[in-house]
């Protein structure tokens, strides 16, 4: 599986990003896909995620202001970010599961300035 973010960039406080994650290979298989970000000196968390069966899960921080859709026919996923504040600025990594195998694309640079 492979995985090909793009969609990242600088934005105001308040302003809206959206981030697509292309996944090519056996993607049929896969149990999970979503978003994870690295914030510098933090560790890496869960920022959303859909599963196989169209469950979706968030990170509270995000919760109202994110919001993960997929594009099966393309298999794309993508993250719609509203309302973003300095705190979301971080590396943004797309990452699927498939059998308990973890799989990575390269981060996308998400800025919100004050």
């Known amino acids: 599986v492979q995985l090909q973010a793009s969609g990242g960039g600088a934005v105001q406080a308040g302003g809206s990003l959206r981030l697509s994650c292309a996944a090519s290979g056996k993607t049929f298989r896969l149990n999970s896909i979503g978003w994870y970000r690295q914030a510098p000196g933090k560790q890496r968390e869960l920022v959303a995620a859909?599963?196989?069966?169209?469950?979706?899960n968030y990170a509270d921080s995000v919760k109202g202001r994110f919001t993960i859709s997929r594009d099966n026919a393309k298999n794309t996923v993508y993250l719609q970010m509203n309302s973003l504040k300095p705190e979301d600025t971080a590396v943004y990594y797309c990452?699927?599961?498939?059998?308990?195998?973890?799989?990575w694309g390269r981060g996308t640079l998400v800025t919100v300035s004050s």
């Open positions: 859909i599963s196989y069966s169209d469950s979706l």
């Open positions: 990452h699927a599961e498939e059998l308990r195998v973890d799989y």
